[in-house]
């Protein structure tokens, strides 16, 4: 029989490999040695370590290991080239990002084939899906530069960016976090991961031919301990990561107390849900996309499986026979659909991770079939007979191994999905748009796919909720992570105002008070734990009143009932905006006696404190309507909205200052998106939200909404920034207060402001709008596709 007829017979694949002569000549051509890119110029090879070919172990380079002293060059380089690069028009910086773009594209084959071999994606991936979307992010962001000025007025860059990225998806990575920063101004030091560097030297070499300004993009390669030296480096004002949630929360430790800016772009243990309206098959194709692209090394990666139980069997059935016929070998041949893994020790931590998902007693298919015996490869596998405590369903496996369970209602469903400490992505399947849109919004994760997955566009913000991180890369969100506000460089220390002389209290002083005042939890009443108050003393050390001493017990009282009214998220803008309008006329109508109180507590006159109290509450009703999201239009049959969802349980820490306006200030916008809230007055003149609850109960806010704590400021704030169940936290206060609330807020990496120290007046107008209402929210995208 001739050789077509036989294909016939068996449908048998014949290898159809990329070739890697250019990557090969590309290689060569710069002695397969590599020093950094600092400054425009290639510097020496310093000491080296290999990069290797995962698929069959071959050294490709010899990559330098930067040096504090490299960072240093490559910071003072980019610190140099700020100056110009940030006061070019945004049309010129712009027209270098489209040159950019141009040139990947141009050379796109040389970068796919070379992310291949160094990373073992199958080039289909490299080929189809990651250099098109780095030109994309490329164009993207050229059109942002041009259009900065009319689009975030009143914004500036950073400076200097300080840049670390993981391995999976090399040059993606790179591109979503160098396009924005230099649209926006920035420069940058980028430090590429240590099994992937080659990419990042090719970009190197591109910015080079294009021209670009020296010192605009410095590429440092490296291990970790170039990347703590990154983000350690004191003249770096903004660190943006990607990679494990482990290195997130050091990073987030090592950066408290220094005002850089942060986003941080985390692991995941992404649900993939199943309805048994769902069509099937498609649900299925999905599915491979979902855990077996890129071997399951994807932050985002659907790698729980939650199917409805009436079709458990039959799916899981469809599961195994795909899974049969997915193709694992040579990351260089066309018709592989699952590469290498990136190093030896990815494959280890994976085995290592299955051997104890097993011990406790999950059940592993594979199907059969042989893998390479060379390079780091592994079958697909699908793990059954599985709780929710078992290590592979909490444990993020980076690897192609998907963990599936079953559920009975879109409510168990829910809840399944979101029991994780993670909240990156979702993805969900079902023929009924009603019940998909219903689940989309209750899902706790950045990104939400309906009847798709793994789908990433430029214009798209990504990134996640909870452990997942914070801050978007793509679309507006994502540009607005390289700027900053230009009046906070004017901002000036906080005056530290002065301890008052207190008299030594008589004992018997505060009889003529009629009542000390209680703290307000989940709508009611509350007495101090400790059992203990704390005086207050007026402007001249007289007693003005008593509030209750809160401590830890408090706080997560106050917590639980912040949880419990989560509902308000939920609550209509409108019915939101109704009870703040409430609430300011309510406090307009008792604006004397809320004046008389700020004068007993500071000497100073509270009318116009009062009125601008109003006032907020007044703008606040008004934005609550306002402050929405968008609809995307990604290159695909899909629609992306974008909505703007609260962050949950708020913890606000306000001022020692302005005792109704330091408080109001800041609980009025997060109210108004939808927060609930834990708020610690001003510890030295908490009377006047005391006296405020009264407002609170007569009008008509759900109990829990709104929380008072009194006490020691700095103890409660450590205590809510540790709190679990806390998922944002905004501190007005010292700078080593700032610290220490950043540093303990890692636990859950629960989003933090600080004032630092700082004078934020919040009487000026700049924060009536969308200053803290943007702090307040965070962006869900959920994709819904179009056509029959
Ligand atoms: P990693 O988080 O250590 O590596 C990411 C980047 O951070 C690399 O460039 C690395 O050199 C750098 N880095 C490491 N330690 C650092 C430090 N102390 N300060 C600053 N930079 C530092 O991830 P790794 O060890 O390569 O992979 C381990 C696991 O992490 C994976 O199995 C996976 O579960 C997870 N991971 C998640 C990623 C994601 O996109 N969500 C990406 C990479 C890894
Ligand atoms: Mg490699």
């Not at 970068?111 to 080039?123: R, S, W």
């Not at 969900?428 to 899902?443: C, F, G, M, T, V």
Request: hydrophobic residues 45%; negative net charge; aromatic residues 8%.
């Amino acid at each position: 029989m001739n050789k077509i007829a036989q294909i016939f017979d068996s449908l048998e694949y014949g290898p159809a490999p990329e070739a890697a002569d250019q990557a090969n000549v590309w290689l060569d051509s710069k002695t397969r040695s590599f020093g950094h890119f600092i400054d425009g110029k290639w510097t020496k090879p310093g000491k080296t370590f290999a990069s290797t070919n995962p698929a069959n172990g071959q050294k490709l380079a010899d990559i330098t290991d930067g040096t504090s002293a490299d960072v240093d060059a490559a910071v003072k380089a980019a610190r140099a080239a700020f100056k110009g690069w940030s006061a070019l028009r945004g049309y010129e910086r712009g027209k270098y990002l489209y040159a950019i773009a141009r040139m990947i594209q141009k050379h796109a084959r040389l970068f796919a084939v070379l992310e291949t071999m160094d990373n073992g994606k199958p080039i289909r991936e490299s080929r189809d899906a990651d250099i098109p979307l780095v030109a994309r992010h490329f164009y993207h962001h050229a059109g942002w530069a041009t259009h900065l000025d009319t689009e975030f007025p009143g914004m500036a860059p950073y400076g200097v960016c300080g840049q670390i990225i993981p391995w999976n998806f090399p040059l993606l990575m790179l591109a979503w976090k160098i396009a924005p920063a230099l649209a926006a101004g920035n420069t940058v030091v980028l430090k590429p991961a240590e099994f992937t560097s080659l990419t990042a030297l090719l970009f190197a070499e591109i910015c080079e031919r294009v021209g670009l300004p020296r010192g605009v993009v410095n590429i440092v390669t490296g291990e970790g301990d170039t990347g703590a030296a990154i983000v350690n480096h004191p003249d770096i004002d903004k660190i943006a990561f990607t990679g494990s949630t482990e290195v997130g929360k050091i990073i987030r430790a090592a950066t408290a107390g220094s005002g850089k800016g942060l986003s941080l772009e985390l692991g995941g243990k992404s649900p993939y849900i199943v309805f048994e309206d769902a069509d099937l098959d498609s649900a299925v194709e999905g599915l491979v996309e979902a855990i077996w692209f890129n071997q399951g090394q994807v932050c985002c990666a659907g790698s729980r499986l939650l199917v409805q139980e009436s079709i458990e069997e039959r799916f899981i059935a469809k599961v195994k026979n795909r899974m049969a016929k997915l193709r694992v070998g040579d990351p260089l041949d066309k018709s592989i659909d699952i590469g290498a893994l990136v190093a030896p020790v990815q494959v280890e931590r994976i085995k290592d991770l299955m051997q104890r998902g097993v011990a406790e007693g999950a059940v592993v298919y594979e199907p059969d079939g042989q893998v390479p015996a060379e390079g780091c490869f592994l079958k697909p596998a699908l793990v059954t007979n599985v709780s929710p405590a078992n290590t592979l369903v909490a444990e993020e496996i980076f690897g192609p191994v998907l963990v599936a369970m079953s559920f009975r209602t879109p409510e168990e469903a829910v809840a399944l999905a979101n029991n994780t400490r993670y909240g990156l992505a979702a993805t969900l399947w079902s023929e009924n748009i009603n019940l998909a849109l219903d689940i989309a919004p209750k899902l706790k994760a950045g990104v939400v796919w309906i009847n798709g997955t793994n789908q990433f566009d430029a214009a798209v913000g990504f990134g996640g909720y909870k452990e997942s991180g914070y801050g978007r890369e793509g679309g507006r969100e994502g540009m607005g992570a390289y700027l900053k506000p230009v009046w906070k460089k004017g901002l000036k220390s906080a005056a530290v105002s002065k301890a008052i002389a207190t008299k030594p209290a008589n004992p018997l002083d505060g009889g003529h008070l009629d009542q000390t005042a209680k703290m307000y939890i989940g709508g009611k009443q509350a007495r101090p734990d400790s059992g203990y108050n704390r005086p207050l003393h007026g402007p001249r050390g007289e007693l003005a009143g008593e509030v209750g001493d809160g401590n830890r017990k408090d706080i997560r009282n106050a917590v639980e009932a912040a949880r419990a009214a989560s509902g308000w998220a939920n609550t209509a803008a409108h019915s939101r905006a109704q009870v703040l309008y409430f609430l300011a006329e309510n406090l307009d109508y008792r604006r004397d006696e809320f004046a008389a109180r700020i004068k007993a507590q500071t000497g100073e006159d509270g009318t116009s404190e009062v009125a601008l109290s109003v006032e907020r509450l007044f703008a606040f009703a008004g934005w609550t309507d306002k402050f929405d999201g968008a609809v995307h239009n990604p290159p695909m049959r899909a629609i992306a909205a974008a909505m703007v969802e609260p962050l949950g349980v708020l913890g606000i820490v306000a001022p020692e200052t302005n005792p109704l306006l330091g408080s109001i200030g800041l609980l009025a916008p997060a109210i108004a998106m939808g927060n609930t809230a834990v708020l610690v007055p001003s510890s030295r003149h908490a009377l006047s939200m005391t006296d405020f609850y009264q407002v609170l109960e007569t009008s008509d806010m759900p109990s829990g909404v709104v929380n008072i704590v009194t006490g020691d400021s700095l103890a409660l704030a450590k205590t809510l920034a540790e709190h679990d169940g806390v998922d944002g936290l905004w501190f007005m206060g010292s700078a080593e207060g700032s610290a220490m609330v950043e540093k303990a807020s890692v636990g859950n990496l629960k989003q933090t402001w600080t004032s630092r120290g700082l004078d934020y007046d919040l009487a000026d107008p700049r924060f009536a709008g969308d200053y803290f209402l943007s702090r307040a929210t965070q962006v869900k995208n959920v994709w819904i596709p179009y056509g029959a």
